[in-house]
């Protein structure tokens, strides 16, 4: 019994191990604007995207041994004066470079597309996407991201998502509370974070109430 307790307990571990690992590729993905035009998986509807879904590049690549230094030079120069693999296929005629992306970074990001298989996109990762490309609209990754940079030297302009679910962890007037902030702002409130760069959060009057509530509970979901 106890050695079945163990497993399970490595499992979880490991499967909490791996759904860290891919938020963080998910919040590198939208700090650097990558769902600008991509999306996880392929979008249904009529309408051509503008680039093609990370589901389909790691498909379409999968047996190109060199695949992931391949896409990482990609994502850092841009395909500007290369082959169009997805003419037709996409609206973008061509990527431009990522020049707020470091080689390590376009290695970690080539090699996570590489990782994506078109059939086991599990929900949790499409809610993800969905949830940081909302924040990413509305503005709230400009200031906020998803957990502190424990190597970091700069002040964050903002409380990481993951910090301000752990304050308000049991807080019955949570979501109230978080609504309020996310609209209104907090202009001619006390500061509650004093280890932030920015004294208040700026009002949102025009986020949709039904954004809002999406908003707070994915928040207070992480």
């Known amino acids: 019994m106890r050695a079945v307790k163990l497993l399970m307990l490595v499992g979880l571990i490991g499967f909490s191990c791996t759904a860290q690992a891919e938020n963080k590729m ?80 376009a290695t970690q990001l080539a090699t996570w ?23 990413a609209q509305n503005g709230c990754i400009a200031c906020h991201g998803m957990s502190k940079e424990a190597d970091s030297h700069y002040i964050p302009l903002a409380p990481p998502f993951s910090e301000v679910s752990a304050r308000y962890k049991g807080n019955a007037e949570a979501k109230a509370v978080l609504a309020e902030s996310i609209v209104q702002g907090t202009v001619n409130k006390e500061k509650k974070w004093p280890d932030v760069n920015m004294r208040f959060m700026p009002p949102n009057p025009t986020l949709k109430q039904e954004d809002v509530d999406k908003l707070v509970e994915w928040i207070l979901s992480l």
Not at 65 to 92: E, F
């Open 26 to 105: 998910l919040e590198m993905v939208t700090q650097k604007g990558c769902f600008i035009c991509h999306s996880v998986q392929a979008k249904t509807g009529p309408a051509i995207p503008l680039a093609p879904a990370y589901a389909d590049i790691a498909e379409r690549f999968k047996d190109k041994t060199d695949a992931v230094s391949y896409l990482a030079q990609r994502i850092l120069k841009g395909t500007i004066d290369t082959q169009q693999d997805w003419s037709g296929q996409v609206n973008m005629r061509f990527m431009p470079p990522n020049l707020n992306v470091t080689a390590e970074e």
């Open 113 to 135: 597309v590489m990782s994506i298989k078109k059939d086991t996109i599990s929900e949790e990762v499409i809610k993800h996407e969905g949830m940081l490309g909302l924040a």
